[in-house]
């Protein structure tokens, strides 16, 4: 059982930064890929990036690309999402998820973080 815990959101002006933490509770950290997701008002949950298990791999989405950054420590059992140049329709709550498969399907949820983009 993995339990995760994100932190970071917040209220930001557009072309500012955030970085969001995911802190994962077990000691099986390390055997899992980890993913963020995000969900605006009124929208479907969608895939932002994900990460591998030692780091090698990652992948974004395309209207996250070159702006945000996915990273892991596995020593501190926690994934970061760095976003920089953040935009209005970024605006969403923010889920981290591990699972075995890098993209998924993913078999632990945390609770999720709001993040609100202002113009």
């Known amino acids: 059982q993995v339990q995760l815990v994100e932190s970071g959101g917040g209220l930001v002006q557009a072309g500012g930064s955030l970085r969001l933490s995911c802190a994962a509770s077990g000691r099986t950290f390390s055997s899992y890929a980890m993913g963020w997701f995000r969900q605006a008002p009124g929208k479907e949950r969608e895939f932002i990036t994900a990460i591998g298990r030692s780091s090698g791999n990652t992948y974004y989405a395309n209207s996250v690309k070159g702006r945000f950054t996915i990273s892991r420590d596995n020593a501190k059992n926690t994934v970061y999402l760095q976003m920089n140049n953040l935009k209005p329709e970024d605006t969403a709550v923010y889920y981290c998820?591990?699972?075995?498969?890098?993209?998924?399907?993913?078999?632990?949820w945390g609770k999720g973080t709001l993040v609100t983009v202002s113009p």
């Open positions: 998820a591990a699972g075995i498969p890098t993209l998924g399907p993913y078999d632990y």
